[in-house]
Each structure stands twice: as structure tokens, then as C-alpha cells.
């Protein structure tokens, strides 16, 4: 089976900074693209970055030139530095990878448990 384990959440201040990271492991063959999801209460998960395996990434409007997307193909994970952050970026944070399964066939969209970020002064 596959997991997906994020870590990096916590309470900071307005303008201050987070690195958030997701791994991946278990009977992983490939994965393809990678990305952050975020939903604040009441409002829908909304696309905050993706990465794709050959390292394009996209950003939504709202984080761009603020957050960063990478990952290490190695340590099956990927990041979102995150900077300059503002109270409307609290939100829970998932991370997300398309895998290609040992034992599973085709490729499948995992997720991972979620992180809270809250900005407050």
C-alpha cells in the first residue's frame, strides 16, 4: 500500500514563513504529478500548486511569487516552501501524488492526511 505523511504545519505571523513536506512510500513503481491542496472551513479545496514528474509547476493566482513547489525524486516527496504568508492562507493543507502502484493497476491519486496552517497575529 501507499501512503502519503505531511509534516511542517504550525501557527506563524503575517509575513513570516513555512516549509511544508509530504513523502511518499510503500510499493511505489513511478509517480507522475505532485501537488498541495488547501480548504479553509467553509469554502471548497482549491488547487494551490502542482508539479509535474519532469519539474513544470503551476500556481494559483493568489500564491504566486509567494509560494515555491519542489520535490526530491529520491525521497519520493515533494515541498511548498511558503513565504509572506497571509491570514487567508489558513487553511488545512493535503498534498497529493498520482503513483503508479506496485500490485495496483494503473495509476492513482493519493492523498495525504492534511496539516494545519494558521497565519495570525
Known amino acids: 500500500q501507499v501512503q502519503l505523511v505531511e509534516s511542517g504545519g504550525g501557527l506563524v505571523q503575517p509575513g513570516g514563513s513555512l516549509r511544508l513536506s509530504c513523502a511518499a512510500s510503500g510499493s511505489i513503481f513511478s509517480i507522475n504529478a505532485m501537488g498541495w491542496y488547501r480548504q479553509a472551513p467553509g469554502k471548497q479545496r482549491e488547487l494551490v500548486a502542482g508539479?509535474?514528474?519532469?519539474?513544470?509547476?503551476n500556481y494559483a493566482d493568489s500564491v504566486k511569487g509567494r509560494f515555491t513547489i519542489s520535490r526530491d525524486n529520491a525521497k519520493n516527496t515533494v515541498y511548498l516552501q511558503m513565504n509572506s504568508l497571509k491570514p487567508e492562507d489558513t487553511a488545512v493543507y493535503y498534498c497529493n501524488a498520482d503513483i503508479v502502484s506496485i500490485g495496483h493497476w494503473g495509476n492513482y491519486a493519493y492523498w495525504g492526511q492534511g496539516t494545519q496552517v494558521t497565519v495570525s497575529s
Open positions: 508539479i509535474t514528474a519532469g519539474g513544470n509547476t
